[in-house]
């Protein structure tokens, strides 16, 4: 559903030229949650913008479904951006005076959907996610996984094939962290949808389908023992 091929990504010149990543080549398939690990700095933030449509590549290809992109300008992947990939993020992003399903709703107006659909695949959304009885809260009066399940109503809700889920756990406690992974793992398997999660939690990680690490400007198949840096004996 997903596949990445050769690519490549550095900033500045000169010799204060970086090379980030130095010819990235995954897949992921529809249905799959995927956590990228990877240390600090290692460019998992770059990669998911790239797949994102926030940024452009070197070179290389990113193939999701019928898009073809990855050197393109964002302005050049409007589309990418708004029926093809959602994001999550470690903030929730939500917007204070608005209830949840106005937060729903309203990113769905923004991308051009009708009020009265949007209200519809708000609401939707938001059942599927559990919060069928918080819809009228704003995000003041929900916990910390509750404001995270908003948001990834409001990823699903555009019927975006892939999510991109940056450090989605960051701000939750353990036992929230867990059932967000849970909620993407149903929504693989049910609904069809592919995650691609980056986190700094080895066990989180290890929930997964599969686990990928970014390091040294590739990634390769990876497992907790590596994830941890744990030498084999």
Request: aromatic fraction near 4%.
């Amino acid at each position: 559903m997903l596949r990445v091929t050769d690519l490549k990504k550095g900033f500045g010149s000169g010799s204060r030229r970086l090379e980030v990543l130095k010819g990235i080549n995954m897949d992921v398939e529809a249905g799959e949650l995927v956590s990228l690990m990877g240390p600090s700095g290692c460019g998992k933030s770059t990669l998911l913008s790239i797949l994102g449509g926030l940024l452009e590549g070197d070179s290389g290809e990113v193939s999701l479904g019928s898009f073809r992109y990855g050197t393109k300008t964002p302005s050049q992947v409007v589309d990418v951006r708004r029926s093809g990939v959602g994001w999550i993020f470690q903030d929730f992003h939500l917007v204070e005076r608005l209830d949840a399903l106005d937060n729903v709703a309203f990113s769905l107006e923004l991308s051009g959907v009708s009020s009265s659909e949007a209200e519809s695949r708000a609401m939707d959304a938001l059942m599927r996610v559990g919060l069928a009885d918080r819809m009228n809260f704003i995000p003041d009066q929900l916990s910390g996984g509750q404001q995270q399940r908003v948001a990834i109503a409001r990823a699903i809700a555009g019927s975006r094939p892939l999510i991109l889920a940056d450090e989605p756990t960051g701000n939750l406690d353990v036992k929230s962290g867990e059932e967000v992974i849970k909620l993407f793992k149903d929504l693989c398997a049910n609904d069809g949808l592919s995650v691609l999660m980056v986190t700094h939690d080895p066990m989180l990680a290890s929930m997964a389908d599969r686990m990928l690490l970014l390091k040294d400007g590739v990634t390769a198949a990876s497992d907790i023992r590596s994830a941890w840096g744990i030498e084999e004996e």
